[in-house]
């Protein structure tokens, strides 16, 4: 968790996935990015699960995530 000015970010790495793929959950400020890649065959081939805690002075409501053209997940959420 990086601290930008107002805001708090997460970077994750999932360009190895599609947009369906990918799910993000916040609960009691933890963030977590759970991700599966399934084959053709229905087995799951890939998977990526990262957690973390928000600092205690995050807005739980103002987090929101984007993912980039590059495959970077970029989770932000602002200061109290």
Known sequence: VRAEGDTYQVVAD???FE?????????NCHVAIQAE?????GT????F????????????????????E???LVI???RR
């Open 14 to 16: 999932v360009s190895q």
């Open 76 to 78: 932000t959420a602002r």
């Open 70 to 72: 590059a495959g970077t």
């Open 49 to 68: 699960t990262h957690k973390c805690q928000l600092p205690e002075d995050t807005d739980p409501l103002s987090v929101s995530c984007a993912l980039t």
């Open 19 to 27: 947009p369906p793929d990918i799910v993000v959950t916040t609960s």
């Open 37 to 41: 890649k399934v084959a053709e065959d």
């Open 44 to 47: 799951i081939c890939d998977t």
